[in-house]
């Protein structure tokens, strides 16, 4: 049996980042990150890894499958060669293997080849944190605003001015409304309009003789 793909990790929410652990195998979901020590790519890896997981699959091994977890694990992370390049940004994997793409096809391959129990998935709880941190959109809508407008400090500074400037824009109005109140000119508007009343109250319609009848 296989484990379940992770959500996406955009929509979801969520982000990753190289472990400070040297133990492969200590994998952790803290505060909306995925921590993931360093896993080091060399020619030999793929023959290594392809040993170890015949071994763990030998019916006669009765122990943790450490390796088929942590490939079927990484596996659902690395769906694509971007996936890979992301790993490589966040400092997880190190390649010296050659690009992306080959480093995709040769993780694809061992994923191919490993199956594991859900039962006993050593990752469960990893797994199960991350889909349920993508069901809390609370979480979703921080993780994503904290990614977009608070990744760097000048997109920090666009954030606020871009919220503060409407803020400042209605409190500028009010008090243009409030000094104009307050000030001569609305004495002038309303001696105008009393100029106004006064001229209409002046204003008499013109009177005409009507013809008296013989």
């Known amino acids: 049996m ?36 360093l896993l080091s790519i060399t020619d030999c890896t793929e023959s290594f890894l392809t040993n170890l997981v015949a071994f763990e699959m030998c019916p006669s091994y009765d122990k943790p499958m450490y390796v088929c977890d942590y490939i079927i694990f990484m596996g659902c992370l690395i769906n694509y060669s971007k996936d890979v390049r992301l790993l490589n940004h966040s400092g997880i994997i190190e390649s010296w ?33 991350v889909n349920n941190h993508c069901k809390r959109r609370r979480d979703v809508w921080m993780a994503n605003l904290k990614r977009n407008y608070f990744n ?31 000030g001569s000119n609305f004495e002038s508007l309303l001696l105008f309009y009393e100029s106004c009343d006064d001229s209409k109250n002046q204003f008499h319609k013109p009177e005409f003789d009507t013809p008296q009848n013989s």
Request: hydrophobic share 45%; aromatic share 14%; net charge neutral.
């Open 152 to 182: 760097s400090p000048w997109a920090l500074i666009s954030f606020f001015a871009a919220t503060t400037l409407p803020l400042l824009t209605v409190a500028q109005t009010i008090f243009s409304i409030l000094s104009f109140g307050k």
């Open 97 to 129: 293997v050659g690009d992306d793409a080959e480093v995709y096809s040769m993780w694809h391959k061992l994923f191919k080849i490993t199956v594991t129990d859900l039962k006993n998935f050593g990752f469960s709880e990893v797994s199960i944190n």
């Open 2 to 37: 296989r484990v379940h793909e992770f959500c996406n990790r955009t929509s979801g929410g969520w982000g990753s980042k190289k472990a400070e652990q040297s133990n492969l195998f200590d994998i952790k979901f803290i505060s909306g990150t995925l921590e993931i020590p």
